[in-house]
C-alpha cells in the first residue's frame, strides 16, 4: 500500500488548511487511518486517527476542536481539516495505515506510511 499525503502549504496563523491522503489501494477502507506529524527537533506525534468506518475518532488534545479527521472509503481517501492553525502547527504531516479496523495515539498500530505534507504556519 502506498500512501501520498498531500494539501500543505504556508499560512499564517488562524488560517484553515485541509490535509488529504490518497490510498494506492482500495484495501485500505478495511484499516483505521491516522495523521502524525514531527517539527524539526521533535519527536514525531499523533493528531488524530480514523476507525475504517468513521465511528471512532481520536484527537490528541493539542488539536482538539481545531482539526476535523474524515474519510472516503469510496475514494481511498482520508482527510484532516485544520482550522485556526497556530505556529506550534508546523510540522511534516503523515499519513498512516493502520493494521487493523481500530486504532489510536500508538504509532506501531500503523503498518504503512506516507512521505508526508509540509505545513508552515507563520505567527
Known amino acids: 500500500v502506498q500512501l501520498q499525503a498531500y494539501g500543505g502549504g504556508m499560512v499564517q496563523a488562524g488560517d484553515s488548511l485541509r490535509l488529504s491522503c490518497a490510498a494506492s489501494?482500495?484495501?485500505?477502507?478495511?484499516?483505521?487511518m491516522g495523521w502524525f506529524r514531527q517539527a524539526p527537533g521533535k519527536e514525531r506525534e499523533f493528531v488524530a486517527s480514523?476507525?475504517?468506518?468513521?465511528?471512532?475518532?481520536v484527537y490528541a488534545d493539542s488539536v482538539k476542536g481545531r482539526f476535523t479527521i474524515s474519510r472516503d472509503n469510496a475514494k481511498s481517501t482520508v482527510s484532516l481539516q485544520l482550522s485556526s492553525l497556530k505556529a506550534e502547527d508546523t510540522a511534516l504531516y503523515y499519513c498512516?495505515?493502520?493494521?487493523?479496523?481500530?486504532?489510536?495515539?500508538?504509532?506501531?498500530?500503523?503498518?504503512?506510511w506516507g512521505k508526508g505534507t509540509q505545513v508552515t504556519v507563520s505567527s
Open positions: 498512516a495505515a493502520a493494521y487493523r479496523s481500530l486504532a489510536g495515539a500508538d504509532s506501531t498500530q500503523y503498518a504503512y
Open positions: 480514523i476507525s475504517w468506518n468513521g465511528g471512532r475518532i
Open positions: 489501494r482500495r484495501t485500505v477502507s478495511n484499516n483505521a
